[in-house]
């Protein structure tokens, strides 16, 4: 499933058989908007930030500063931004499984 949304910046890093691994660069005012995925765990490491992961079901939002991490669950609608629309890089690891992009309006 293509990704239908515009980051500053996207590094593949690794991407194997049910692992993948990639630097992210989110610029002002964008974002990854709402998704989920059907199998795969995302593990976020900021780099740059600070940046935010909200969820749904339950609604939450974690702000990550640069050297911490988290995970969102294969099945979980989520998004992730700068905090206040800024700037934001990270890595994420998305594993184990088959990749999907699944949008969640």
């Known amino acids: ?19 993948r691994t990639q630097i992210l660069t989110i610029g ?17 490491f900021c780099i740059e930030g600070p940046m935010q992961i909200e969820t749904r079901n339950p609604d939450d939002q974690q702000v990550l500063s640069p050297g911490e991490t988290t ?24 594993g184990v499984g088959e990749y999907d992009f699944v949008a969640d309006d």
């Open 28 to 44: 002002p005012d964008q974002c990854v908007p709402w998704h989920h995925h059907s199998e795969v765990t995302d593990t976020f």
């Open 71 to 94: 995970a969102v669950g294969a099945g979980q609608p989520h998004r992730v931004s700068g905090v206040d629309d800024g700037r934001c890089k990270f890595l994420i690891i998305q």
């Open 1 to 19: 499933m293509a990704k239908s949304y515009d980051i500053e910046g996207r590094e593949v890093i690794a991407a194997v058989k049910g692992l």
